[in-house]
């Protein structure tokens, strides 16, 4: 495999964003919290041809098609979305850096088996659920500004509101700032980079009719992994209640999964983990415990198809799981960092993820 780089693709709102969850489902048309790789890849490929590129040239190819690069998603200021698995007090939810009761991750085995509360003291009240995204580098939560947009359809004939057809759109407000990861080989990485080496403007989501989608898109840092301790530092924090050691596979961002009859799966085993090192006769095939989401991936394909995708069962960013050893097996440790891609579409950023996440013992 041919040495890669890491280049920061900052995209900052200019107008109301609106990046469809799916197929709407009533009057009411949900954004996502983040701009997936896709849209980041997509982008991008429209500027190469603005510039006089075009879909044949071997360079476009290269860049766009050969899935030697990989777009990552852009979340809010490069910051990391937060496990499934993480809790925090019902009533004031958050981390104690933000001046909230603090949080609590429940993915490793408890031995006390006793009913979670509060961390503060003096609260004691259960805990809930916490989403969405945090800076490990401050421990704070990093939070996406959204409104509510309604408009009503407009009748062809007389040109005005339609009679019974109002609707809504939650979408991402202006002046916020997503950071990009781009992993592409050292010998595409001039080429790519000229695309955007100074700021220039575009448009990406729906509404675009409507002055929605406007964004400012320039170079950027690209926010690193914080890691603590080595990949066998964190390996030995990870034990079941006889103190077996545990896998832990933590998503980063959508992974997309399918079996043998080409299937989308709700879960990876063992055999999806091949591009991390995982061996797989030393760790049953399937999870033991897990804290997981999905949802369906939509979209059409750009010029010249523009048809829509066929849907795909993604599993969602933050889902965490876990694997036993198999039985007798001594599991070994791969080189490395234990961070890499998995599943399909690795090239619009699916499947980004992390072994032994030092999220789970950090907040334990």
Not at 104 to 113: A, F, M, R, V
Not at 116 to 134: M, Q, S, T
Request: charged residues 25%.
């Amino acid at each position: 495999m041919k040495p890669v780089t890491q280049i920061g693709l900052s995209i900052t709102t200019l107008s109301p964003l609106l990046l469809s969850e799916g197929p709407p489902a009533g009057n009411l048309i949900e954004t996502l919290d983040f701009i997936p790789g896709n849209t980041v890849r997509g982008l991008l490929a429209q500027k190469y041809m603005t510039c006089g590129g075009k879909p044949e040239d071997d360079i476009f190819r290269r860049l766009f098609l050969s899935g030697k690069t990989r777009f990552g998603f852009a979340s809010i200021k490069g910051s990391q979305i937060i496990p499934l698995s993480a809790r925090s007090c019902k009533y004031n939810p958050g981390f104690i850096e933000d001046k909230e009761h603090g949080i609590i991750d429940i993915l490793l085995p408890d031995p006390g088996k006793e009913e979670k509360r509060c961390i503060k003291a003096n609260c004691k009240h259960p805990v809930d659920y916490l989403e969405g995204f945090w800076k490990p580098e401050t421990c704070k939560k990093e939070k996406i500004s959204k409104r509510l947009i309604t408009r009503t359809a407009i009748d062809p004939v007389r040109g005005s509101a339609s009679h019974e057809q109002l609707y809504s759109q939650r979408v991402i407000e202006e002046d916020q700032t997503f950071i990009s990861t781009i992993e592409i080989p050292d010998d595409l990485v001039s080429d790519l980079g000229a695309l955007f080496s100074r700021p220039f403007t575009a448009y990406i989501g729906k509404g675009r009719s409507r002055g929605q989608g406007w964004v400012e898109v320039k170079k950027a840092e690209p926010p690193a992994f914080s890691f603590e301790g080595t990949l066998m530092e964190r390996f030995e924090r990870f034990n079941n209640d006889e103190g077996l050691p545990l896998l832990a596979v933590t998503l980063l961002s959508d992974a997309i999964f399918h079996d043998e009859y080409l299937r989308d799966c709700t879960a990876p085993d063992v055999s999806h983990l091949k591009p991390l090192d995982i061996e797989k006769n030393e760790w049953k095939l399937k999870h033991y415990r897990a804290f997981a989401s999905q949802r369906l991936v939509c979209g059409f394909d750009g010029e010249p198809l523009q048809l829509p995708r066929q849907p795909r069962l993604a599993v969602a960013a933050g889902s965490v799981f876990l694997f036993e050893p198999e039985n007798g097996a001594k599991p070994t440790v791969p080189n490395g960092n234990g961070i890499g891609w998995i599943g399909d579409n690795n090239m619009e950023g699916f499947g980004h993820a992390v072994l032994w996440h030092p999220f789970h013992y950090q907040y334990q």
